[in-house]
């Protein structure tokens, strides 16, 4: 992602890219890129500090996000890609039955998502399929989740073939702008929020890691859809 930006020739904004995403989502990662460094920090202070704005700041963040909910209903707006929903297995078809998910249900997801690019009710399907490194990994999942519970694995220490921050910036930006961003809004949008430390993002790199994701919802879904039982 830090390849030299190729931009496009004429004068434009380095902000446009902000009036074409939500501002619940710009003020999220704005808080998320100030206080994230801090989860990594090697000194005990500065990770304390992160633990106790992720716990103040989850009440909040939930009240908004309410908010834009109820905003984005009374308007129609359907979240078409929810990735958030597609991670923790949430079933949205039926809005009023989904529950806020435990820290279990939240862990064993994000473990799953992020160590095998699978949600964790995925595995739990190709397992019953009989397929045997599903069972693999569903015992790899749950030993990290284990040595969490118990104190013994930090996920920020965690190490995986995917590109968190771009990912997660990414994707769940989808729904709320950076779906319909060009591609030199796109950079500006990740030179200002992204807390990757690139100053400046490649373009291409980021069309190519939009594709990527978009693509890979449409193999989840399918995917799923394919595994779910079918009703008797």
Same mark, same amino acid.
């Given at each position: 992602?830090? =390849?030299?930006?190729?931009?496009?020739?004429?004068?434009?904004?380095?902000?446009?890219?902000?009036?074409?995403?939500?501002?619940?989502?710009?003020?999220?990662?704005?808080?998320?890129?100030?206080?994230?460094?801090?989860?990594?920090?090697?000194?005990?202070?500065? =990770?304390?500090?992160?633990?106790?704005?992720?716990?103040?700041?989850?009440?909040?963040?939930?009240?908004?996000? =309410?908010?834009?909910?109820?905003?984005?209903?009374?308007?129609?707006?359907?979240?078409?890609?929810?990735?958030?929903?597609?991670?923790?297995?949430?079933?949205?078809?039926?809005?009023?039955?989904?529950?806020?998910?435990?820290?279990?249900?939240?862990?064993?997801?994000?473990?799953?998502?992020?160590?095998?690019?699978?949600?964790?009710?995925?595995?739990?399907?190709?397992?019953?399929?009989?397929?045997?490194?599903?069972?693999? =990994?569903?015992?790899?999942?749950?030993?990290?989740?284990?040595?969490?519970?118990?104190?013994?694995?930090?996920?920020?220490?965690?190490?995986?073939?995917?590109?968190?921050?771009?990912?997660?910036?990414?994707?769940?930006?989808?729904?709320?702008?950076?779906?319909?961003?060009?591609?030199?809004?796109?950079?500006?949008?990740?030179?200002?929020?992204?807390?990757?430390?690139?100053?400046?993002?490649?373009?291409?790199?980021?069309?190519?890691?939009?594709?990527?994701?978009?693509?890979?919802?449409?193999?989840?879904?399918?995917?799923?859809?394919?595994?779910?039982?079918?009703?008797?």
């Amino acid at each position: 992602m830090a =390849r030299k930006p190729r931009l496009s020739k004429g004068p434009r904004s380095e902000s446009e890219w902000r009036t074409k995403v939500h501002p619940f989502f710009i003020g999220m990662m704005e808080q998320f890129k100030q206080f994230e460094p801090l989860s990594r920090s090697p000194w005990k202070a500065d =990770r304390e500090k992160a633990q106790q704005w992720a716990r103040n700041a989850q009440e909040d963040l939930r009240k908004q996000a =309410r908010e834009v909910g109820e905003q984005f209903g009374r308007a129609g707006v359907v979240l078409q890609y929810d990735i958030a929903a597609k991670i923790l297995d949430l079933d949205l078809e039926d809005p009023s039955a989904v529950k806020e998910p435990s820290d279990e249900q939240f862990m064993l997801s994000w473990l799953s998502w992020y160590k095998y690019a699978k949600t964790w009710q995925q595995l739990q399907y190709e397992r019953n399929a009989r397929k045997w490194w599903a069972s693999q =990994r569903i015992l790899a999942v749950l030993k990290d989740y284990e040595k969490w519970r118990f104190g013994k694995l930090d996920p920020n220490d965690m190490r995986f073939k995917m590109d968190r921050p771009h990912f997660i910036l990414m994707a769940f930006g989808l729904d709320f702008g950076l779906g319909k961003l060009t591609l030199n809004e796109l950079a500006d949008c990740f030179n200002a929020l992204c807390t990757c430390g690139i100053a400046q993002h490649d373009p291409d790199n980021l069309r190519k890691l939009r594709d990527r994701i978009l693509r890979s919802l449409e193999t989840l879904n399918a995917k799923t859809a394919a595994l779910k039982p079918k009703p008797e």
